[in-house]
């Protein structure tokens, strides 16, 4: 019995890892394509017998992608208190509507602040990450200047070892927030008010 293509193909993928010391899988999968494409039988015969397979992944891909936007429709329906969507094409237009509605502090809040080799979100920061998040945006300092303040007020607040949350609801984030704005871009951050 002759061996299907992708075990041909798979064998030629094993044969070059035993080969390098140093395996990069997109150089290895370059050099395997190139080789496939320029034999035509082998070409042709791999893409038969896989086409099939792809396409089914695709329409997968397609089905997955509609629940995805359904949820989100239905999440951000939720948000608005509206009822049922009937047409997906309208998903958009929701979000717009959604977004208009909340401020840009608590979209911001949604949004992980970068610490080191992760992100986190803010309400999730302890006192600690608070500080490596603040001197980071001050190093970067290019045009952070509100959430800057709006950080350094926040840590006021947060002890080392105590998340944001614990200390701060998103409405009291909220208020913060707006006040930071409110105030000349030129003052340095402060840490003048508490959470309660």
Partial sequence: MAKSTRQLVKDMIERRYDD????????VVDEITAIIRKDKKLYAAYVNECLREMVHNEALGVVAAHRIRARRA????DALDEPPLTSPATLRELEKRLNSKQSDSLRWLKHAEYIGTQHVKLM???GRQLDLALSYRLMQRDGHDIKIRFMGQIRAAVADDQAV????????????FQAARKKKRNDPPAADQKGS
Avoid: G, R
């Fill in 20 to 27: 390098l010391d140093d395996y990069k899988v997109p150089v």
């Fill in 165 to 176: 949350e614990e200390v701060w609801t998103a409405e009291q984030l909220e208020e913060l």
């Fill in 74 to 77: 239905a999440e951000i329906q």
């Fill in 124 to 126: 999730a920061m302890t």
